[in-house]
């Protein structure tokens, strides 16, 4: 027997089957099939449309639904559990997310991301009449390779967050560092504290870049843990408009990089935009090499 059901809350009991659903096909496909912002709302309850579909009572897929964005409109994130698949419960999700969009937004927009990209990911989106609007692309490097050292501007130090002290700058630094992005660029002091709050998080790892006291660059790296071996990652770098041309971007990522190995990581990992050419190319010349692309489609409207 198999029935969809939409949650405002989840119980304790659903997060957990919910995670191990997202592990299972993690560990099928490759790709975790679920963002860190999705992760973080869903063990954190923070508001959101929950989509479930349960086959003879085993979860078998579920969707996130974020309505809270009044700009870009709502997002969504589906998983499927591998051994439930080719049984229509993708579509189900999908036509569950569609419905939950159309009442939370006049234009009925919708986005889905597919995190690496699967043929049947893409297949089912623009089936359902969704169109790819965005890649972004997974870049992995190795940390045995030689990293050169980071080359700073008279004046300016390198030093580790210092939780109590720096949120506030790194807040403002960050919103002007990332004004035009979707989703960095928005963060708030709450969204910082739960980032915070997860295991991985490490001060010694978050590396700022000021002069004179002033903030002008950051490297924020984090390291998982989760899967067969420990990797690195070139989490956020983040520059001042107004230091910009002083080469910080590079020197700080470098400096990340150094720390990362130093931790004893054999390799490392970053998310940029594909079309964001320049940050391709500075990461190309560090030695990253695409590893695999996550895509986002947007539902076609008439509006």
Same mark, same amino acid.
């Given at each position: 027997?198999?029935?969809?059901?939409?949650?405002?809350?989840?119980?304790?009991?659903?997060?957990?089957?919910?995670?191990?659903?997202?592990?299972?096909?993690?560990?099928?496909?490759?790709?975790?099939?679920?963002?860190?912002?999705?992760?973080?709302?869903?063990?954190?309850?923070?508001?959101?449309?929950?989509?479930?579909?349960?086959?003879?009572?085993?979860?078998?897929?579920?969707?996130?639904?974020?309505?809270?964005?009044?700009?870009?409109?709502?997002?969504?994130?589906?998983?499927?559990?591998?051994?439930?698949?080719?049984?229509?419960?993708?579509?189900?999700?999908?036509?569950?997310?569609?419905?939950?969009?159309?009442?939370?937004?006049?234009?009925?927009?919708?986005?889905?991301?597919?995190?690496?990209?699967?043929?049947?990911?893409? /297949?089912?989106?623009?089936? !359902? #009449?969704? &169109?790819?609007?965005?890649?972004?692309?997974?870049?992995? +490097?190795? =940390?045995?390779?030689?990293?050169?050292?980071?080359?700073?501007?008279?004046?300016?130090?390198?030093?580790?967050?210092?939780?109590?002290?720096?949120?506030?700058?790194?807040?403002?630094?960050?919103?002007?560092?990332?004004?035009?992005?979707?989703?960095?660029?928005?963060?708030?002091?709450?969204?910082?504290?739960?980032?915070?709050?997860?295991?991985?998080?490490?001060?010694?790892?978050?590396?700022?870049?000021?002069?004179?006291?002033?903030?002008?660059?950051?490297?924020?790296?984090?390291?998982?843990?989760?899967?067969?071996?420990?990797?690195?990652?070139?989490?956020?770098?983040?520059?001042?408009?107004? /230091?910009?041309?002083?080469? !910080? #971007?590079? &020197?700080?990522?470098?400096?990340?990089?150094?720390?990362? +190995?130093? =931790?004893?990581?054999?390799?490392?990992?970053?998310?940029?935009?594909?079309?964001?050419?320049?940050?391709?190319?500075?990461?190309?010349?560090?030695?990253?090499?695409?590893?695999?692309?996550?895509?986002?489609?947007?539902?076609?409207?008439?509006?």
């Amino acid at each position: 027997m198999i029935s969809v059901t939409r949650e405002a809350r989840l119980t304790p009991d659903q997060v957990d089957e919910v995670l191990a659903l997202a592990a299972a096909a993690g560990n099928t496909d490759g790709a975790y099939p679920l963002s860190e912002h999705v992760v973080l709302q869903i063990k954190s309850g923070a508001p959101g449309w929950h989509a479930m579909v349960r086959d003879c009572g085993a979860l078998a897929g579920y969707a996130h639904v974020d309505t809270g964005d009044p700009v870009d409109g709502p997002a969504a994130e589906l998983v499927v559990h591998p051994g439930h698949r080719r049984h229509g419960h993708g579509r189900r999700l999908v036509d569950t997310a569609v419905a939950i969009a159309e009442e939370a937004d006049p234009r009925g927009r919708l986005k889905l991301w597919a995190h690496g990209d699967h043929p049947s990911a893409s /297949a089912l989106a623009i089936r !359902l #009449g969704f &169109a790819r609007y965005r890649s972004l692309w997974q870049m992995r +490097r190795s =940390l045995f390779a030689p990293i050169e050292a980071p080359i700073l501007p008279e004046g300016v130090t390198i030093r580790a967050f210092e939780p109590g002290r720096d949120e506030d700058a790194w807040l403002r630094v960050n919103a002007r560092a990332f004004v035009h992005h979707p989703e960095q660029g928005r963060l708030t002091r709450a969204d910082l504290d739960l980032r915070m709050a997860e295991p991985w998080f490490s001060p010694a790892g978050f590396l700022l870049a000021e002069r004179g006291g002033e903030l002008l660059a950051y490297h924020w790296t984090k390291v998982h843990t989760d899967g067969k071996e420990p990797i690195g990652e070139v989490y956020v770098v983040g520059v001042d408009p107004d /230091a910009q041309g002083l080469g !910080l #971007g590079k &020197a700080v990522t470098l400096a990340g990089l150094r720390h990362l +190995r130093d =931790l004893g990581l054999s390799q490392t990992m970053l998310y940029v935009d594909e079309d964001n050419p320049n940050a391709v190319k500075l990461y190309e010349k560090l030695g990253f090499s695409r590893w695999t692309v996550d895509v986002g489609f947007q539902r076609i409207t008439n509006t």
